[in-house]
């Protein structure tokens, strides 16, 4: 048993070091991006927007903790709903830590230290990556205007939602309503994040975000992010998705504009981690759930 009490009791050590680690890369991340920022330019409504902005990409994180949750029990790892909400919050940060992996150790040491099997927790995470790069991809379809102009927005919506249907019923087919129901709340996230940067590219640029152009924006901002993503050891993406990002909308908008917009989306985007993550600390966790 003391054997037993002291492994568990690194698990929590690790699992919370590497949060604490993710938490001053965050607040260095912030000092940097925020010196970029004149905030002279900007009246206390544009601020209002601003903050707005960043609760909800804050709150938005459920949308990827609801998604673990329901590939936990797709294998078979019975935790409560609430545990789920505080591990993940707790563990998303280190995603900002050099190496893009560190989220997903801490959550694997956390979830051990909780009395989780340790194989279908480190599944779950493979099974995570998997399904958000194909969300990403998914709605990447959405940008696809951007790249060929006469293709008409309304084709690229179209494909879109197709292949989102058939992914929805193969994946329940083939799988679970579980893996599906992952599947849709991945690609709501991403759809959220893409509505995110759309209002910061409002409040730098009005004139640059026309509804008809809502859906290509969108999809630009998300293959972006998926660039990032699928990229080695950038830590949440820092550099490549902004590279991505001025390739895309390149002739759309305004260079120094779109830079502007991408810093602030950094700042609205890290502050919304880290407020998932506070509220994430102060949840009252139960892993047990009744059968």
């Known amino acids: 048993m003391a054997v037993r009490f002291s492994l568990k009791w690194w698990l929590h050590l690790l699992g919370g070091g590497l949060g604490l680690v993710g938490v001053i890369f965050v607040a260095l991340r912030l000092s940097t991006n925020v010196r970029q920022i004149n905030f002279a330019r900007f009246d206390f409504v544009v601020g209002f927007i601003l ?35 505080k591990v993940y919050g707790q563990s998303q940060l280190a995603k900002y830590v050099p190496g893009n992996i560190f989220h997903l150790a801490g959550r694997q040491t956390l979830g051990m230290a909780a009395g989780l099997p340790a194989r279908p927790l480190a599944k779950s995470s493979l099974w995570e990556l998997g399904l958000l790069a194909a969300a990403g991809a998914i709605l990447g379809i959405l940008a696809l205007p951007l790249l060929w102009p006469t293709l008409a927005l309304w084709m690229s919506t179209a494909l879109f939602m197709a292949v989102m249907l058939i992914l929805c019923a193969a994946s329940y087919s083939l799988y679970a309503s579980r893996v599906t129901w992952a599947l849709m709340l991945q690609t709501a996230f991403l759809a959220l994040s893409g509505c995110v940067f759309i209002g910061i590219l409002w409040v ?47 002739g759309q908008i305004e260079q120094a504009d779109l830079l502007l917009a991408i810093v602030l989306g950094r700042v609205v985007t890290v502050i919304g981690d880290l407020l998932y993550f506070i509220m994430a600390t102060f949840i009252n966790k139960k892993r047990r759930i009744k059968e």
């Open 51 to 85: 903050a707005l902005l960043t609760f909800v990409y804050g709150a938005g994180n459920l949308l990827l903790a609801r998604a673990w949750w329901h590939l936990l029990n797709f294998l078979e790892v019975k935790t409560s709903w609430r545990w789920a909400i």
């Open 204 to 250: 730098v640029v009005p004139a640059a975000t026309s509804l008809p152009a809502f859906s290509a924006l969108c999809g630009a901002y998300v293959l972006a992010w998926l660039a990032g993503f699928i990229t080695p050891g950038t830590p949440a993406g820092v550099g490549v998705r902004e590279i991505v990002l001025l390739f895309l909308l390149r």
